[in-house]
């Protein structure tokens, strides 16, 4: 798992719209999550990146664990995790496209 900063300075502020714009919809797919309560969930996932919009979440995975904010841009691999809140958080998350569904 690495988190790195959403960089305003190269992609604009933090935006629904940037962070859209940031991963093209021919090679990712791009959705909104949102959680309105507490929960703690854990499962399988395949690899993804994970960017906070509001909120703040801890993300166990690969043998560590972050609280993740706003602004956090999170790399993490395919396997089981742990995503845990206690109260509403809004987070985009950005799952590459197979080999057979990439557009041209």
């Given amino acids: ?3 790195t900063r959403w960089d305003d300075e190269e992609m ?15 090679l990712y797919e ?7 309560e507490s929960v703690r969930v854990s499962g399988d996932a395949p690899r993804r ?12 995975a690969e043998g560590q664990r972050a609280l993740v904010k706003p602004g ?8 089981k995790f742990t995503f845990e ?12 496209l197979p080999p057979d569904r990439v557009v041209n």
Avoid: C, K, N
């Fill in 72 to 79: 956090d841009v999170v790399e993490v691999a395919s396997g």
């Fill in 49 to 60: 990146t994970l960017i906070g919009l509001s909120g703040a979440w801890l993300l166990e």
């Fill in 1 to 3: 798992m690495r988190i």
């Fill in 12 to 26: 604009g502020p933090l935006s629904e719209e940037a962070a859209q714009r940031r991963f093209h919809r021919s």
């Fill in 30 to 36: 791009v959705a909104i999550r949102e959680v309105a």
């Fill in 85 to 96: 809140t206690s109260g509403p958080v809004r987070y985009l998350a950005v799952y590459p």
